[in-house]
């Protein structure tokens, strides 16, 4: 059964700093890894997806990285801002087994950027 | 278009009660999935359809949790009856392409449900 997990479950850092948030999977027979973003009361919106057969995506500040072999993904966000401070969760699309084609979450990592 | 559209945005109800969530996914999309989020746990499949037939409903919690979707742009979650440990928000998704593909899934706003 696959599992992702999320390390840090909370970070808070001053404005301007670049951070990185860890994602880690059991089962490396995914289709893709997606990063979403939840602010309090809403709904998901997703920031980055990464297909198995690519190593990065970016998109502004944000910078996602994927090993597939090694079952982990980054999420690097430079000068981070005040208005990036949000739950970021991490989630693979099955490729294999009883969740097949199905989504597995993370726990989320919690990020406060202070002014 | 206007993304999947979740109501209501938040249910109070007493415990005993018949809930029922409602979701209208992206059009042209053939599967529609639901989720259920609370701190415990985090965010959980409960069922998923794929041309309006349920296809898999194994994260279903109990057999008060029911779903239904009568055609390709309606679907609705109930409880009955509603027990407050079911207080949590539930996400509707939509997605365009078969479960094998490439793509992913659009979520809804959720809604916020609190059973009293």
């Known amino acids: 059964k696959q599992e992702v997990t999320q390390i840090p479950a909370a970070l808070s850092v001053p404005e301007g700093e670049n951070l990185v948030l860890n994602c880690s999977f059991t089962d490396s027979a995914i289709y893709n890894l997606q990063w979403f973003r939840q602010d309090p009361g809403k709904g998901l919106t997703s920031l980055l997806l990464?297909?198995?057969?690519?190593r990065e995506q970016t998109s502004g500040r944000l910078n996602a990285s994927l090993d597939k072999s090694s079952g982990r993904s980054t999420l690097y966000i430079a000068a981070s801002q005040p208005g990036d401070s949000a739950t970021y969760l991490c989630a693979v699309k099955n490729a294999g087994g009883t969740s097949y084609g199905k989504l597995t979450f993370g726990q989320g990592t919690i990020l406060t950027v202070h002014p | 278009d206007a993304g999947v559209i979740q109501s209501p945005r938040h249910e109070v109800t007493e415990m005993g009660q018949e809930v029922t969530l409602r979701c209208k996914p992206i059009?042209?999309?053939?599967?529609l999935f639901w989720y259920r989020q609370t701190m415990m746990r985090g965010l959980e499949l409960l069922i998923y359809f794929n041309n309006n037939v349920p296809i898999d409903d194994s994260g279903m919690p109990e057999d008060r949790f029911s779903a239904k979707m009568p055609n390709a742009s309606f679907s609705t979650l109930k409880i009955q009856p509603s027990e407050p440990r079911d207080s949590a928000v539930y996400f509707c998704a939509s997605s365009p392409l078969a479960m094998g593909g490439t793509d992913t899934q659009y979520f809804g706003p959720g809604t916020r449900l609190t059973v009293l």
């Open positions: 990464i297909q198995s057969s690519q």
């Open positions: 059009s042209g999309h053939d599967y």
